[in-house]
């Protein structure tokens, strides 16, 4: 047994210590922070109409590159709408990348939170995109989002919203307070508890215009002779929820047990007059205190 200096026993102890701090404070750096990796491309779309038929539609969709590797692979596929991307309670930052197989420059927003990154100008100085661009084609972009709230978020394209937004470039992001806890209380209010549920449903409502697909998958949108040349005559005729047209046919969608309470996450994506009386517990991550149901009118414009 050999005799140890306890001054320097003292100061390996000190540097062990420091160490673990420094491991722990690294760990907790990185729970609080989640990457999400996408990719925009074409694809087409088959829907079942209520009336039994079925068609194929041409439309642009994120997938979630899980593998990181650049390539829709595996089980990996473009959808619209895109993935649903749930980021975990105590987050504070989440970065997406973007790849773009797109055969115009696209983007990434998510409206209620905000991001780091100026927007994209034409040459005229008015403004092409809400967020820098991803180039078509393979290019990428990054896009960074602090200081994240609770909440249930519509993400979209913020270029050429119009279109690329009706293509089928959005999707939905959820962010919890806690396990099973969508809100949390209200600051400076004893009686609140947050808004605790047993279960959930998201519904995501959007449209079809399928002349307007059809005419951008074949480069003649925007030529007055071949093809509509914007959006102003917008006349979609497919109704989706959660990317499906239901039928008859269709099994009920799963909202828990009758006793408890179900949070109905709703999204909307489309141009359409949404109205229903139910009661709303928030909208872009600001929680409302509303005691009564009321009437919710809501026009959304695609893009906007």
Not at 19 to 45: W, Y
Not at 134 to 158: D, H, N, Q, V
Request: proline letters at 7%; a neutral charge.
């Amino acid at each position: 047994m050999t005799e140890q200096n306890p001054r320097r026993i003292a100061s390996l102890a000190r540097a062990a210590a420091l160490a673990l701090g420094a491991l722990a404070l690294l760990s907790s750096e990185v729970a609080a922070q989640q990457v999400v990796n996408l990719i925009a491309a074409p694809f087409n779309k088959s829907i079942t109409l209520p009336n039994g038929t079925a068609v194929s539609v041409p439309m642009w969709g994120f997938a979630e590159d899980v593998n990181g590797n650049g390539v829709i692979d595996g089980p990996e596929a473009a959808t619209a709408p895109g993935p649903r991307i749930t980021v975990a309670p105590g987050t504070t930052s989440l970065t997406v990348t973007l790849k773009n197989e797109l055969p115009e420059p696209a983007s990434f927003v998510i409206l209620g939170q905000e991001a780091s990154g100026a927007p994209s100008y034409n040459a005229d100085g008015r403004i092409r995109s809400m967020a820098p661009e991803a180039a078509a084609s393979g290019g990428t972009a990054s896009y960074s989002f602090s200081g994240l709230k609770p909440g249930t978020f519509l993400y979209e394209s913020g270029s050429h919203q119009a279109v690329q937004v009706q293509m089928g470039l959005y999707g939905a992001l959820t962010l919890d307070a806690g396990a099973s806890l969508a809100y949390p209380a209200a600051p400076g209010v004893l009686a609140d508890t947050g808004v605790p549920y047993a279960n959930e449903l998201l519904l995501l409502v959007s449209e079809i215009d399928v002349a307007l697909h059809r005419a951008v998958a074949a480069g003649t949108y925007g030529n007055p002779l071949a093809g509509p040349t914007s959006t102003i005559d917008f006349a979609p005729s497919i109704f989706l929820v959660n990317g499906t047209s239901y039928t008859t046919g269709s099994a009920p969608l799963a909202a828990g047990a009758s006793g408890q309470r179900t949070l109905v996450r709703l999204l909307n994506a489309y141009d359409a007059l949404l109205s229903a009386r139910n009661r709303f517990l928030g909208r872009d991550r600001r929680l409302f205190h509303f005691t009564h149901p009321f009437l919710y009118l809501h026009n959304h414009p695609v893009g906007c």
